[in-house]
């Protein structure tokens, strides 16, 4: 597997040029966060649609939860862009026995809160019109296995261009609709378990608590039509 290797001056200089695209790019970019951060590791889940998604998941990186990025990619596709590695870029190869250890890593990162961890569960583009998406399943044991103190926080990205030539990007954060915010210590102490393991008990409880969160966005983007 392909490691991150963290550059800050290369992350540095190549930021100037990735604001710049993208405010060429983006007629607007919308932040809409309903997160309220807990000082915690995080495990960011977003919608796979685009070329951009891990530079809008860094943009967000850098504006709001302010952590290490670490991102996991196709071992194909990174082999043929290292450089990315440079920006916390690391690999896995699925259906590979080297698989298991991009998932070890993975969990490896999140036990120290400073970190945050990109997935895209689809683990393929889909359309952001898709709805309900379609999540893969191995990546769960990242979460099975995480510490108690990971955050888990949903990310959905969506554009619409209206009367513009260049899109309007939207993004939305929050937390998976299972519970809220003061039911999660009576379930910690009644399951005797981290938040994240009392929520999800396999991947498909993520996708349908996704799914939620998504038809929430879309309701979102619709009003402002």
């Known amino acids: 597997m392909i490691k991150a290797s963290h550059s800050p001056v290369f992350d540095s200089v190549f930021g100037v040029y990735l604001n710049a695209h993208m405010r060429l790019a983006f007629k607007s970019i919308e932040i809409n966060n309903y997160f309220d951060d807990k000082g915690g590791p995080i495990?960011?889940?977003g919608n796979h649609f685009s070329w951009?998604?891990?530079?809008?998941a860094r943009h967000i990186n850098k504006r709001i939860l302010k952590r290490k990025l670490h991102l996991m990619m196709d071992e194909e596709q990174?082999?043929?862009?290292?450089f990315l590695s440079k920006l916390g870029a690391f690999s896995i190869k699925k259906n590979s026995r080297s698989a298991r250890l991009s998932l070890q890593y993975a969990t490896e990162l999140l036990s120290n809160p400073e970190?945050?961890?990109i997935l895209f569960p689809q683990g393929k583009?889909?359309?952001m019109h898709q709805h309900p998406l379609s999540f893969e399943s191995g990546w769960f044991r990242i979460i099975k296995n995480a510490p108690k103190n990971m955050q888990v926080l949903f990310m959905a990205s969506l554009v619409e261009y209206f009367a513009a030539s260049r899109p309007h990007l939207n993004i939305y954060l929050d937390r998976p609709d299972c519970i809220s915010e003061e039911e999660i210590p009576?379930?910690?102490s009644a399951r005797g378990k981290p938040s994240h393991q009392a929520l999800f008990s396999d991947a498909s409880d993520v996708e349908a608590s996704y799914n939620a969160f998504?038809?929430?966005c879309i309701a979102s983007q619709n009003s402002k039509c």
Not at 78 to 82: F, G
């Open 52 to 56: 951009w998604d891990g530079f809008i």
């Open 43 to 45: 495990l960011l889940i």
């Open 186 to 188: 009576s379930i910690d």
């Open 214 to 216: 998504m038809a929430r």
């Open 115 to 117: 970190n945050l961890l």
């Open 78 to 82: 990174l082999s043929k862009r290292r």
């Open 125 to 127: 583009f889909q359309s």
